[in-house]
């Protein structure tokens, strides 16, 4: 053994290297600090054996060494169970046997002046705005070691007590400190507790502790480092609770321009922007006001008064700012009443009412800009209100939204005007008597579309003094379905004029509607009925069976023979059969829509209808209200198809 072995027989941990680092030998104490077995240790870098935030020392001090000069570090080693180990190191020049050059690197004793340990500790706190303490488990004391003097001055001593800690600490985190305090415990995470200061402000801190040995056979101790994040904390919750704010501000603009594309009316509309148009752009009040036939109408939720003789419809010319958006298509934002006066000097004429001297007006023409608009929306604000540039773009986003919305409204209003009239000259009016019969019908076209369908109804006196009834379904619910209808009800009457019987004109409309090549098809039921005997002929092209309800609360169901729908299947033939309508009897006739839908069979819709018109014969009811009655029923039940019913009752 040469002299230099003899540096490894020292009690402090020791190892020597050669000139490149790589370890040659170690003692016992050396592998208890470096927590590894010999044989992972000798042959390697001695920097590889230390954590990675000491490699670059161990390399400097190990290359100062080989420089023949003696160099110190404080380090901190792996240690054995999880301790870290903090000693100063010292690498310094050795020779072995043969005079080759070695490095030997130990652990000095520094028993009388542990603090020194913890030097470099305090710079890298004191440099990243830490607080550095130690806990002393068995004196139950909390000393302050320096780092950031802001969070030092949170302890009004540098040593304090664990109940006084405790005492500081919110209920809630106390459990948490006793984990972070816990002497078993090697390292934890960083750990969020709330500080209660004898300034009486509580502060948000952020701490992590980690079991360290001072020194060789030096005492244990729980080392922590104390982060302020009081401000850090308020700043993350304000951007939670900005974040959240826009949140809900996405969700109302999402809601408001869907509730914007699904309105049917100029009503829903106005109570779409009432609601909710205040709210979403953080407004005091809002107003909606329409042109229509160059006069305005205005409605306003509360925030926005108007002059009690306002609430007829107003000319352009009496609210000055609103006929400017509206002829430009370009927004006005007035601060201020008083910039409201000085533009319009005539403006304090106008109905409107002005919500606060220094309240901000934002008036949106409803439309694309530069369009001339059907109308503007208006929204009031609290002093001092001026619009981002995000702010506009979305205001006036919505607003194009919502004069679409507009637009498409009144063009569909047209439409269901045109389709109502075009109904409304297809229905034909029944005569207003007829000898021995009470006639009624209603009609009422499905909801899906226009207010117009195919169904129809007819009843018109023949030449033999006899009474012609139809009722029929053209396929469709549309214009094209009506303008259908009427050229099948009126072949029907022309065919009727001349053929007396129900089963001859059905095949003639048939092989008429084929030879034109219709589009669509018909269903049908016509009868014949001779008031004064009560002889009824009749015959049916696809349509739904008869009802017939008598006074004393009976009814039956009547199959008339005949033949497919109308316009479908040419020279088909439609057999009729004759039977007679006793007095106080009435025959129902209806279409398909009336007594079918999605949760009703045809047979169970028949026994239904036909059940509610003998009760109405039996309860003394009129022909007409024995169809209110019938019609009310399926209304009720919300079917979705067109509803027909033509009720004759022979007096």
């Not at 100063?88 to 490095?103: Q, S």
């Not at 007590?161 to 972070?180: A, G, I, N």
């Not at 702010?391 to 409204?409: D, F, K, P, S, Y």
């Amino acid at each position: 053994m040469d002299a230099s072995d003899a540096l490894l027989r020292r009690a402090e941990p020791s190892a020597l290297l050669y000139q490149d680092g790589i370890v040659r030998s170690l003692n016992d104490a050396m592998v208890t600090a470096l927590g590894r077995p010999v044989e992972q240790c000798v042959g390697r870098y001695a920097w590889e054996l230390v954590p990675e935030s000491q490699r670059p020392e161990v390399e400097r001090i190990v290359a100062q060494a080989c420089r023949q000069r003696l160099a110190m570090r404080v380090l901190e080693l792996p240690g054995p169970g999880g301790t870290s180990l903090v000693s100063l190191i010292e690498a310094r020049p050795a020779t072995a046997a043969g005079g080759e050059r070695l490095v030997w690197v130990h652990s000095l004793d520094v028993g009388s002046d542990l603090g020194s340990l913890l030097i470099p500790f305090r710079l890298s706190a004191r440099s990243a705005g830490l607080g550095l303490s130690v806990y002393h488990p068995l004196a139950h004391q909390l000393e302050w070691l320096g780092g950031a003097a802001a969070v030092g001055a949170l302890f009004p001593e540098a040593s304090v007590s664990l109940s006084w800690v405790v005492r500081h600490v919110h209920p809630d985190d106390r459990d948490s400190l006793r984990r972070l305090l816990d002497p078993g415990a090697t390292q934890g995470p960083w750990t969020g507790l709330r500080f209660h200061a004898d300034d009486g402000h509580w502060y948000q801190l952020a701490c992590q502790t980690r079991r360290i040995q001072l020194g060789y056979n030096g005492p244990e101790l729980v080392f922590g480092m104390i982060r302020d994040d009081t401000e850090h904390e308020a700043r993350h919750n304000e951007m939670l609770a900005a974040l959240g704010a826009e949140r809900r501000r996405a969700g109302e603009i999402a809601e408001f321009s869907s509730a914007l594309i699904r309105t049917a009316t100029e009503q829903e509309l106005r109570q779409v922007v009432l609601t909710r148009l205040a709210v979403t752009f953080g407004g005091i009040g809002a107003a909606l006001v329409l042109v229509d036939n160059e006069r305005l109408h205005v409605s306003s939720d509360a925030g926005l008064g108007w002059r009690a003789d306002a609430g007829h419809p107003m000319s352009l010319d009496e609210l000055l700012p609103v006929a400017q958006a509206m002829r430009t298509g370009e927004p006005l934002f007035i601060p201020d009443r008083k910039e409201f006066l000085r533009r319009w000097p005539h403006g304090g004429e106008t109905p409107l009412v002005w919500p606060d001297p220094d309240a901000a007006m934002w008036i949106t023409p409803l439309g694309p800009a530069g369009d001339r608009s059907l109308g503007v929306w208006v929204v009031t604000y609290e002093v001092g209100h001026h619009p981002a540039s995000d702010e506009r773009a979305l205001m006036l986003t919505l607003a194009e939204l919502a004069g679409q919305a507009l637009g498409r409204i009144r063009s569909q209003q047209a439409r269901v005007e045109l389709a109502a009239a075009v109904q409304n000259h297809m229905l034909p009016t029944l005569p207003e008597r007829l000898p021995g019969l009470e006639v009624a019908a209603r009609y009422r076209p499905c909801r899906t579309g226009l207010d117009i369908g195919g169904d129809w109804y007819d009843a018109f006196l023949m030449p033999d003094g006899a009474v012609a009834l139809e009722i029929g379904d053209a396929q469709g619910h549309d214009v094209d379905a009506a303008a259908f209808m009427g050229q099948v009800r009126g072949s029907v009457r022309v065919i009727a004029a001349r053929e007396p019987d129900p089963g001859t004109v059905l095949t003639h409309a048939n092989q008429l509607l084929v030879e034109m090549d219709a589009p669509r098809f018909a269903s049908c039921t016509m009868l014949h009925i001779d008031p004064r005997n009560g002889r009824v002929t009749g015959a049916s092209a696809g349509h739904v069976p008869l009802l017939c309800a008598h006074d004393d609360g009976s009814h039956d169901i009547r199959r008339l023979p005949g033949g497919p729908v109308l316009g479908i299947l040419p020279d088909a033939d439609y057999p009729q059969e004759t039977f007679t309508l006793d007095k106080d009897t009435a025959l129902v006739m209806v279409t398909d829509g009336l007594v079918e839908g999605p949760d009703l069979s045809l047979d169970d819709g028949l026994e239904q209808t036909g059940a509610l018109a003998a009760g109405a014969l039996r309860d003394g009811l009129s022909a007409e209200e024995t169809a209110d009655r019938v019609l009310d029923a399926a209304v009720a039940m919300n079917h979705s198809d067109d509803l027909a019913v033509l009720v004759v009752r022979r007096t």
